[in-house]
């Protein structure tokens, strides 16, 4: 089975500063997905990045990138000029390739942005 | 594009009556929908996987009785939870995914389920 796990509970940090955001996660399988989702206080759940594990390029969307280092199962995001928007609950997931797609979510990190 | 909605937003109602949540993914066609349940201040945990056609795959410890799910076409999944009490209160959310395995969930705005 596999886990993810997100050991900061809480972050803030000032406006326009970077943030990273930790997850390592745990499995047997070689090839598999990690997404960073973000809730919201609306509850609504939106994809942040997605990164394949065969690629070992870090994927990045705008101010959001990761740093996907396979061998250590860690997979951690960064937001760059960080802005009040992106306060939110930030989870880690891991998906399995074709026939176990189900996601795996972390506990959450509760992300504030200060103005 | 990938719209997933889900309906109602919010249902009140007591102790003894059956809830259905509705799942639907506007602009493209999901042969894949997942049901999550999310407790205050906690992750979200995958009740069941749902495929059209062919009958739910429920997690360990989640009851099927209690929690019907149909997936009749291939733009609609509902959840009805039968026979609610108050600890079935909670926030349900869906999502969606295409018919690649390569693409990503599409989650719905969530149900917050009262029971009183």
């Known amino acids: 089975a596999q886990t993810v796990t997100q050991s900061q509970p809480e972050m803030s940090v000032q406006e326009a500063e970077t943030v990273t955001l930790s997850c390592t996660y745990d499995?047997?399988?070689?090839?598999?997905?990690l997404f960073w989702y973000k809730q919201p206080p609306s509850r609504q759940m939106i994809l942040v990045i997605r990164?394949?594990?065969?690629?070992?390029q870090n994927a990045t969307e705008n101010r959001f990138s990761v740093n996907f280092q396979k061998a250590a199962k860690s997979f951690s995001l960064k937001i760059s000029d960080s802005q009040l928007g992106d306060t939110a609950m930030y989870f880690c997931a891991f998906s399995g390739r074709v026939g176990n797609e189900k996601l795996t979510f972390g506990t959450g990190t509760r992300l504030t942005i200060i103005p | 594009g990938a719209v997933v909605s889900q309906h109602p937003s919010w249902v009140i109602c007591k102790s003894g009556t059956s809830v259905k949540i509705e799942c639907r993914s506007l602009?493209?066609?999901?042969?894949?929908m997942f049901w999550y349940r999310q407790f205050p201040k906690q992750s979200l945990m995958l009740m069941a996987t749902?495929?059209?056609?062919?009958?739910?795959?429920?997690e360990q410890g989640v009851e099927k009785d209690k929690f019907l799910i149909n997936h009749a076409s291939l733009t609609l999944s509902t959840l009805t939870v039968t026979s609610a009490h108050p600890e079935d209160s909670s926030f349900y959310i869906c999502?969606?995914?295409?018919?690649?395995?390569?693409?990503?969930?599409?989650f719905g705005d969530g149900t917050r389920l009262s029971i009183l």
């Open positions: 990164q394949e594990a065969y690629k070992q």
């Open positions: 499995t047997s399988e070689s090839n598999y997905y």
């Open positions: 749902s495929n059209e056609g062919s009958k739910a795959t429920y």
């Open positions: 999502s969606a995914r295409g018919p690649s395995s390569n693409q990503p969930q599409h």
């Open positions: 602009d493209f066609q999901a042969t894949t």
